[in-house]
């Protein structure tokens, strides 16, 4: 791949887009377009199914086959999506966390492959692999939702990866640290900058702990662990956080676990700027946006991105189009290449201002990082539930500034008077869609991998990495094993659930404080106490998350808030079928159901929760749904029964619940 090598300036970071979808025939093809415009690295985006280790054809796979990635199944897959393209010459950054090491051992064994074609030495080409595998589980728990082991097995998935790496992919990142979503979730600079540390401590605590790497070799295995992080709009202050980060890394890595050489402590990390951060409303507004978020991580040159991915302006619309992701690396390549940033040294050493903003960060960051220690290190705080109460609490505290209008979202909560747009004048056509075949033609091909595979092979591979997964040995080779075999996603990640089991992580909702003294939460509350001494009974919601969608911050805030105005609150978390949201609902005799959907699937799971409430005799029960649904879909939903649409512009959450209540209301007949 290019890669810029004037040495009079600063190396310019890798450049990336974060794609993939439909397909791995049609995601390749995407990847070689975008390589050929000056993309010099590629970032894999996965499907759900392929995230949470499901075969497309599992009853939890419906409606999410190639919606926000490519699904990757097998070898064959993995061996078309990077057909054409070197791995030993390529970057690759796979957003894949529960699954890394499946997917990890997919990739390995394609290179090999493809040295053997070649007649080239395979150690030689693994040695020369390049790129990052997420692989941070931690953050799963407390944001994206993509888990599926508990956190013991999870972390001993992690360490034998690492292991592994070092040894055989030497400049391979096995992990990539992610405060991303937990900035997403709600996390402040300083619970940021803490969290994602205090996951390092225990990553590199299971590896220097389980003996598999030799303590002289502990600078190797800190100098491949990574970073992935979020940079929001108040760049000063996120700036400020990236120069924190990195002088905290590089304290921990010295003074906890020996590390020597400066290069090895050296805080290496990635950066995708905040999509949640983009708006519906005004979308346009959001190519600044990105832009701004851009200079956090670049514009300190001590403290500068190694790595960047933009989205595309329209990503609070749906999955962009080729030209919208074009848009976004035209946007790194102007800044890279037009101007004058990479020829200077760190311009903001010796500033007092920008100083004090970082001693601040870290003094925060270190007490909470001492607080999470002291319960038993970010593991022990992820079963308490301690860090997912802290990040819903802010999250509620951000939003409701938002909504009172403290924290100012140009278009969207001020200035919202506005010209059409001509961006969106195709409607439709403005967002990339995927056509509903996919789906089956990801199930039709799975099947045909079945019948023509060794199943013998299969089976003995899949016994062996079980058998491996009870005791304490590497699990890696196995599931090399496995992969050259020709098992499926599924049946790995099946295998060792069986051994492992499964994991539901705290929702933080019943921790988080209520946000009493708002008179808009106390006039709804009102209107909650009044409608039920009038139906003689409490009013319950239930809040459910249909699908493998994994975002939950804002499933959890309409909880919270759902809560604060005294609904009774039904809220079981992610991952759950149609089925089991009908059971719950008809069990637990709610007034409403609300269910979130942001992965595009809410054309196909929402309508079941509708028809399975109407065959348990409770259709009249109003169904509403929120998501990053588009206007064309929000119309569908209704002629199929939907009572209510909410897309991200609903931003005013106590607004939301008045018109619930008013919609019970209509429903019981009370005026």
């Known amino acids: 791949m290019p890669y810029p090598s004037d040495h009079e300036r600063d190396r310019p970071w890798v450049m990336r887009t974060y794609a993939g979808h439909s397909s791995a025939a049609a995601s390749n093809e995407l990847y070689r377009r975008n390589l050929a415009k000056g993309q010099t690295g590629l970032s894999v985006a996965f499907d759900l199914p392929t995230q949470t280790g499901y075969d497309p054809d599992h009853q939890l796979s419906r409606g999410e086959v190639g919606k926000v990635g490519v699904p990757v199944s097998h070898i064959g897959d993995m061996r078309r999506l ?70 013991g097995p999870s972390l001993r998935l992690i360490t034998d990866m690492i292991a592994w790496t070092v040894h055989h992919v030497p400049k391979w990142n096995p992990i990539n640290i992610c405060s991303y979503h937990l900035q997403e979730a709600g996390a402040t600079p300083t619970q940021e900058v803490a969290y994602a540390l205090c996951t390092a401590i225990a990553v590199l605590d299971a590896v220097r702990d389980s003996g598999q790497v030799d303590p002289a070799d502990m600078g190797k295995v800190v100098a491949r662990i990574s970073f992935f992080v979020n940079a929001g709009v108040r760049f000063v202050e996120e700036m400020s956080k990236m120069r924190a980060f990195t002088a905290l890394w590089d304290e921990i890595t010295r003074d906890r676990y020996g590390v020597t050489d400066p290069k090895a402590r050296r805080l290496r990390y990635g950066v995708q700027v905040n999509s949640l951060g983009l708006t519906e409303a005004q979308p346009e507004n959001n190519v600044q ?56 040294e760190d311009i903001f050493d010796g500033s007092h201002v920008i100083q004090a903003k970082v001693d601040e960060i870290m003094a925060g960051a270190r007490e909470e990082i001492a607080r999470v220690q002291d319960v038993g290190g970010a593991v022990a705080a992820v079963e308490s539930g301690y860090m997912k109460s802290q990040l819903v609490g802010s999250l509620a505290e951000y939003r409701r500034g938002m909504e009172n209008g403290e924290r100012v979202l140009v278009g969207v909560n001020k200035f919202a008077t506005t010209e059409p747009s001509p961006l969106q004048a195709e409607g439709a056509k403005a967002i990339e869609t995927i056509d509903p075949a996919v789906e089956k033609e990801a199930v039709a091909a799975l099947e045909e991998w079945r019948g023509r595979r060794d199943s013998d092979a299969v089976e003995r591979s899949l016994a062996t990495l079980k058998e491996t997964a009870r005791t304490s040995e590497n699990l890696f080779e196995a599931t090399v094993d496995c992969a050259r075999a020709g098992v499926t996603t599924g049946e790995w990640s099946g295998a060792l659930r069986e051994v492992f089991g499964e994991y539901r992580a705290p929702t933080g909702v019943s921790a988080t404080a209520a946000g009493g003294g708002d008179p808009g939460i106390e006039r709804v509350r009102a209107r909650v106490r009044a409608t039920e001494a009038e139906l003689g009974e409490r009013l319950r919601i239930l809040v459910g998350k249909p699908g493998l969608d994994g975002h939950s911050n804002g499933a959890e805030q309409v909880a919270v808030r759902a809560r604060d105005v005294g609904f009774e609150v039904v809220y079981q978390g992610i991952r759950l079928t149609p089925e089991q949201i009908t059971a719950a609902a008809v069990q637990e005799g709610v ?46 939903l209704t002629e199929r029964g939907i009572a209510r649409v909410f897309t991200p512009k609903d931003y005013e959450l106590t607004g939301i619940m008045d018109g619930i209540v008013s919609l019970i209301r209509e429903r019981h007949g009370l005026s």
């Not at 009249?620 to 749904?625: E, G, K, R």
């Open 82 to 151: 990077f057909d054409g393209i070197p791995l030993a010459e390529a970057n690759t950054s796979m957003t894949i966390n529960a699954p890394a090491m499946w997917l990890l051992a997919l990739y390995v064994s394609v290179a090999r492959e493809q040295a053997e074609a070649e007649g080239r030495d395979v150690d030689e080409v693994l040695a020369k692999l390049t790129g990052t595998t997420q692989n941070d589980i931690i953050k799963e728990y407390l944001s994206r939702g993509t888990y599926i082991f508990p956190p």
């Open 289 to 344: 946006r990105i832009v701004l978020e851009m200079l956090a991580v670049s514009l300190s040159r001590g403290a500068r991105a190694r790595a960047i991915q933009l989205p595309a302006w329209n990503e609070a619309l749906g999955l962009p189009r080729p030209w919208d992701q074009q848009w976004a690396l035209r946007m790194q390549q102007v800044l890279a290449f037009e101007t004058d940033l990479l020829e200077y």
């Open 591 to 636: 007034h409403v159901v609300g269910l979130s959907v942001l992965s595009g699937s809410h054309l196909e799971v929402v309508p079941h929760v509708v028809d399975g409430l109407r065959a348990a005799g409770a259709g009249d029960v109003p169904v509403i749904v929120g998501g990053i649904i588009p206007p064309d879909d929000a119309a569908l």
